[in-house]
């Protein structure tokens, strides 16, 4: 079966009903348990004019899902998440939900937002050290690019040690690097309101100690 001739993405609109369920299957097998929030906090999020949840659905089934974090007046979007199902992995999928995604972070203009990805670096050695090198590739090949210096810190109080992370950026309009001011405001919005946590929070001060303006991307 052709996945790209096959699969339709649609933004999913409540949490009740089969396709959340479906989604959350994926997301519960798939997303660490480090890195996962509850069922619950998922479930409240669709309602938030924050969010956009989309799924990749064929023949009415959820192979793939992305929740994409659009505050208003921030000027970015963050991917919180994106799973594909077991399997249906290494079929183009995950890419084209990707590209679908990322489309849908425009203002209300239409001007396209740059898009964060929290991602657990390959930096440090890992019992999936091997898994880190092929996502980081494979965001890499979609545009993605690495906000260089920054040691990110997930605030999310998950099970298990803390990661190390990086961030990376998909915005055709940085080439230069990102201006402190603003990797500042999105670590606020992101600790704030994808976390629950207070904007000054100290960790952000740490994260930003000693990055040069504007803040480079590799």
Known sequence: MSMSMSMKVEQLESSAGESFAQLYAI???SIA??????ERWIAAMIGSPAYRFFVSKANGVVRGFSILFLPADEGFALLEYMAVATGERNHG?????????????????GRALPVVLEIDSDREASNDHAI???REGFYRRLGCRRIAGLRYLMPLAGEGPRP???????????????????LRRWLESIYRDVYRCRKDDPRIAQMLAGLPDPVPLD
């Open 27 to 29: 997301y519960a097998a």
């Open 33 to 38: 348990a480090r890195e996962q929030k509850d």
């Open 93 to 109: 999928l995950g890419a084209q939900l990707f590209r679908r995604t990322v489309e849908r972070a425009v203002t209300p203009a």
């Open 132 to 134: 880190r090198t092929r």
């Open 164 to 182: 190390e992370m990086d961030l990376f950026v998909h915005t055709p309009e940085a080439a230069g690097g990102i201006a402190r001011a603003d």
